[in-house]
Each structure stands twice: as C-alpha cells, then as structure tokens.
C-alpha cells in the first residue's frame, strides 16, 4: 500500500501530489507518509493571505472571532480520537498525546474565553486611562490597538504538532491576522491531520490559515513591515532567521521561543525526610520521561545541595527503573519514543559531549524497549548524569540533549550558589524551586526571574494542584530571556495585544470617544427624555446620559447605614475623633454613597436592565460629610455584544455605565464604572 503524500493548504486549496520525504514512525520505523515535492508559490500565498483572508477575518470583530474559536475548540474536541491515533507513530504515549492534542483545544477554549471577557465589540481596542493635555480639558490623549494589516508566519518544532500550531494561531486569529503556519516536517503528517479538520469545520474564514508542508522557500524575504513571525525550535535556527536581512530590512517583528536549560533547585532547607523531597524527584523524573524528554520546558539541570546529592540520585535512579519503554500501544509502557530517528542521532551526539564533563548515575541498557518492531523505533533510554564540579564547565550549562536526558548539579553552599548555577544557563523558559521556607522563596525568586521566563515555587501545599514544572498555561506568559529566545507567547490577552498595532491618539474628549467607541469625560453627551435603562441594547448610544436629582445627606442616613452594614468605624459616628483627622467632621461610608447613588439613577420598574454584575475603577474621590448633597451622572460608556443569549433564548449584550458622584460644588466625590447585562430587542 502507498503512503499517502502529505499536502500543503496553499490559498484555500489542497495542493501537492509527488512523493519527496519519506517520513518514519518513530515506533517501527515504518513510513507513515512522504512530504510533497510540488514548490510552493509564496508570493502567491502571501497574495491570498492579504487579498482574501485579512478582509475575511476583518469583516468579523473581536467578539465574533471568538465565538469562532470557541467552536472550532468543540469541533476538534468531538473529533479528538482521530487524532490520537495519528499521535501514536510521532512516539508519544496517551498521555503525552493529551498535553498535545487536549492542551491545544484547551487553548482555543481558553482563547476563546479571553475574546469573550476581556475585547470589545469592532476591531479597535482602546487601551486607556485616557491622559489629559490641557488645563480646560479640551485636548487629551490615549492609546488604541488595531488589527496590523499583515500576515503572521508561525514556525512549529517538531514535539508538539498540535498544540504548537493552535497555541499560535488562537492569539493571531483574535488578532484579525491570517495565518502561514510550518509545522517541522518530522511530525507533519500529525499537523496536516488537524488542518484537514479544521478546513472541514467551515468555521474559518477563507484565506485565514495556510499549511506548509516542507521548507519555508522565499517567505520570510517576502514579508512586510505589517507581518509577524513567531518560531519555536533551536536557538541556533532562531539565530538565524531573526537577522534574515528582509526581515531586520522591513521590521518585521520575530518572536522566539527557544530551547533553553530549564532548571529545577532543591533548597538547603529540604532534607529526604520531608516530603518536598520527593516532590523535587517527582518533578525531575516526570519531565525527564513525558513526551520522552522532548519538551522545551523540561527539566535539563537538577540542583542539589551537595549533602543530599546521594540520596537524591539513589531515588531518581528508583524512579527512572520502574520506567517501561516502548510501543505506547502497550498498557504497560509509560515512555514512547523519540519523534524521530534522525532526533534520536542528535541527542546521542549531544550525551556524548555531556558524557565529556558528566558521570552516567542509572544504567539504561537495563531499559529495553518492548512491543513489536520496537527495534526499529527511535527509542532513547532515560539518562540521568552527574556533573560534579559545575562551576568548573560551561558545557554543562551549554548543551542540551533534548530528550528523556538531566543532570544532577551539587551546590556546596546557600540559595544565593544554587541561584549562581542556574544563572549559568543565560536564559531559560522556566524554573523550580522546592523549598518549604517563605523567606528563601522571597530572596530567590526576585533573583531568579531575571533569567527565567516562568518560576514555579513547589511546596507541599501547591502540590496538591499544581500543573507542574513543564506546563505552559495559556494564561500565563511562556517565553524567556537571553538562551530562551527573548520571546513571549500566551500569557492571555499579552498574546493577542502583541499581534495588534498600537497607537498613541490625541485630541479632544469628542474626537478620542468617536474613535474608540467608548465614551470619554468631557466628550459631547447625549441627553433625551428617555430614561438609559427604560432602552434595548441596540438602541443605546454610547454617551447617552442621565444627570440625576439631587439628595442631601443626613446623619439619620449614616446612622441607618451603619446599623444595616454593621459598619461603625470611627470616622462615621465618632464626632471627637473625626474632628481630630485629616477631614475634620464626620463622613458617611463610602459605599452609602454607591447605594444612594444608585437610588438616584436606577429606573425600578422591569425593562431591558436585566443584571448588575461588578463594578470597575471605583475610586472614593472627596469625603462627603453630614449635609452634603450629591446627585449622579450615569453615562452609556461602552457596549460589548457577547453574541450570547439568555435562557429565555432572548439576546444579551453587556453595557458598562461611566458614574460620576458630585457634592454641591460640582466636585467629583465617587468615581466608577458599571456592568450591566442589557437585554436585545429579539
């Protein structure tokens, strides 16, 4: 039976017929497919990108790109077994093929959630405060996101074919960008699986993803100052690329998410009695065998006391034994294989240069793979190292084996030399420290972050939930400094902000309102006879107003407030002590005035205000004292439309109020923002 041929997805359409690569199972050694040998046209894809796929993804608006996502997340979850099986011949067991396949849908979920909650309706983002520059108010200044006009290359390392690909293109989907996207030709025929799904899905719009199988040709010298190239790999590939001269020619943005010594320390206050301990052995042996070691995030440097480095390598050395390696077909097997053959020579090569300056602590000749055909797999045995003297080398704090390969490193004396080790490695993606003691944690941790992109505290309170030191949350930044690449990815609405193009803007409160579609103090209002919440969400008008009447404040409120709130601080009802502090009276509660504003502009009866959910920059501006009296202005500040419906199948749109609480001089006393769900007409 022939293998199939692996297409590209080039301008909407499948493309690529004659053999080229052959590409093997990393289980038998079988080919599982071929690459194409078609050449790509990319001035035509970049065309197509631009031409059909940026006005496809524009004519959409935040909001609705993430109703995209969210769909498209529960399309490929329902088809998420096909997948699986493909996973299998790239080596990776049912559990590493979960971080891949379920961690990339979980992240268009979790992309999907932060398009929802936290952008706007349209394709501007307004990223205020809004900063005045005049003493009448008339001229102020603010900064807007907006959509880059380009098209985001994405460059995918061979070790997570699914989720690699997804956690890109979430972000630069929101964005409004088109996507080219290169997945390492190794475990292509995993990524060109996904694609095929989700061009069957329908839900992306035409033009806005396009699949390269192969080499990246001419591309990156076609690109423009608008486009973006993200890359995960080898430092040395990112080295590269980065100083291509089109790219340093026309700007072009490069994030880099590089390969880097990651390190997890053990600190002198954890003896093998104490369960951190084990947690720290936990850690070094799981991310020395998931994905068989083949995880930027893993764990390649293991600090130690040097007193506890025996009983450290005697239960890593446990642990790594009970290990079964091979076909993940088996129940039994627990580590795959390497994706590769061709990843297999180079990590030999890189133990080899290891091996140099490190002692090989367990025996993993003892490891044989199992299954059938196993022999002509890409299996690599767990190899634990002891490099004695690390202050002594620099390769061991420069090479990286990157498979199911760590090693011990023993420190002699306090935090501050475990902290000068893993500063050796010059730029990591992500770093442990075990210690059961707050004040190490506090000295550390600030030291340790200027050379770590994510840092992991493991005690045994967060390991109850902990997600581990090798797991990239898309909430949380994932990136490093110096080695690592100098990139970020994720880190949740970061990522989508880095594919936006922002803009200072100036001018007067008006101009800067119409712009944003967000009202802004001091822009014109609009003032009717209709009350704001008696109206439908379609029919507010960003800056409809209501100036309220007037109440004056009586000690029998505040009496009555305390009595209802429980709230009897001193500055409310002890006349001797207030004249004594800085306002020199007595003051009523702070949120005696939310509530009295609140009476004074709510519209009681049922109508299109169905729900009051939070409150946003609530600020206490001036005291307001017995005899004051205030009134409210409410103004429609922003509408967001979530493309959701209520229970009773009625559409919602969410509605944030500008509240400006004033006393008799018209000085502002109460400042904030309210969120209301508002209800549509149908």
Known sequence: MTNPVLQSHIADRWFGHSPAQSLRSAINGRAVASTHAEAIDFAHALDHARRVGLPALLALDFQQRATRLRALAKFLTERKEQLYTISAHTGATRADSWIDIEGGTGTLFAYASVGSNELPSGNLMHEGPVLPLSKKGGFAATHILVPRGGVVVHINAFNFPVWGLLEKMAPSFLAGMPCIAKPATATSYLTEALVRLMVESGLLPEGSLQLVIGGTGDLLDRLQGSDMVTFTGSADTAAMLRVRPNLVRQSVPFNAEVDSLNCAMLAPDIGPDDPEFDLFVNEVAREMTVKAGQKCTAIRRAIVPRRHLDAVATRLRERLDQVVLGDPALEAVRMGALASHAQAADVAERVAALRAVASLVNDPGRMAPVGDGVAEGAFFAPMLLLCDKPFDTDTAHEVEAFGPVSTLMPYDGDIDEALA???????????????????????????????????????????????????????????????????????????????????????????????????????????????????????????????????????????????????????????????????????????????????????????????NYGLDTLRFVKPVGIGDTIRARLTCKRKTDRQRKGPDGVGQGVVAWDVEVSNQHGELVASYDILTLVAKRS
Request: aromatic share 6%.
């Open 421 to 611: 080790l893993a500063a050796r490695g010059r730029g990591s993606l992500v770093g442990t420290l075990v210690t059961r003691s707050p004040a190490i944690a506090a000295h550390a941790i600030p030291q340790a972050a200027a050379w770590h992109g994510r840092l992991l505290v493991l005690d045994r309170e967060a390991a109850v939930e902990s997600t581990g030191h090798g797991s990239p949350l898309p909430q949380l930044k994932h990136g490093g400094p110096g080695r690592a690449g100098g990139g970020e990815e994720l880190g949740g609405l970061r990522a989508v902000t880095h594919c936006l193009q922002r803009a200072a803007l100036q001018g007067s409160p008006t101009m800067l309102a119409a712009v944003t579609r967000e009202h802004v103090r001091g822009a014109a209002l609009i003032e009717t006879k209709i009350h704001p919440f008696r109206r439908y969400f379609e029919d507010l008008q960003i800056g409809e107003s209501l100036l309220t009447h007037r109440r004056t404040v009586s000690e029998a409120d505040i009496v009555a407030f305390g009595g209802i709130s429980g709230d009897y601080f001193y500055m409310h009802f002890d006349d001797i002590a207030a004249k004594e502090s800085p306002f020199g009276k007595r003051i009523a509660h702070g949120y005696f005035v939310l509530s009295a504003a609140a009476g004074l502009f709510v519209s009681p009866a049922p109508g299109p205000v169905l729900a």
